[in-house]
């Protein structure tokens, strides 16, 4: 029969006039942000969560059998914690590729350290130099 599997990708869900709204904004804000007269440029800054332990990084696991009866239950699941430790960690890349000082911690990131790490400590010199 020749039937092949894929996996699904990611993809946003958009609801209601989600998508209208997201093209008409990316279409301002690229007129307002492109360079024309070489005085504007693109920094973005992101944070994102590392597990300490790798074995919690989302990754699809596979085991192959037989028979279901040979397999314990340990070859069949994937042990993980509910709340895992992981590390915070945030950086700005302007659009020539130049990278902020990046800022690690194990807190989750509030807004009184968000402006007083990241955007004080790191962003605004980043933005001078």
């Known amino acids: 029969m020749n039937i092949k599997s894929r996996k699904k990708v990611t ?19 690229c007129k307002l942000s492109i360079p024309s007269d070489g005085e504007k440029f693109f920094i973005m800054d992101d944070e994102t969560y590392c597990p300490v332990d790798p074995s919690h990084v989302p990754d699809n696991e596979y085991y192959n059998i037989v028979d279901d009866s040979e397999i314990d239950i340990e070859a069949r699941t994937k042990r993980k914690l509910k709340f895992y430790n992981k590390y915070l960690v945030w950086q700005a890349i302007s659009q020539d590729g130049q990278v902020s000082e990046p800022y690690i911690t194990f807190v989750t990131i509030s807004k009184e350290i968000y402006l007083e790490e990241c955007i004080k400590r790191r962003l605004v010199p980043f933005i001078n130099k």
């Open 11 to 29: 993809g946003p869900k958009y609801v209601k006039d989600q998508k209208e709204r997201a093209e008409k904004s990316l279409r301002r804000l």
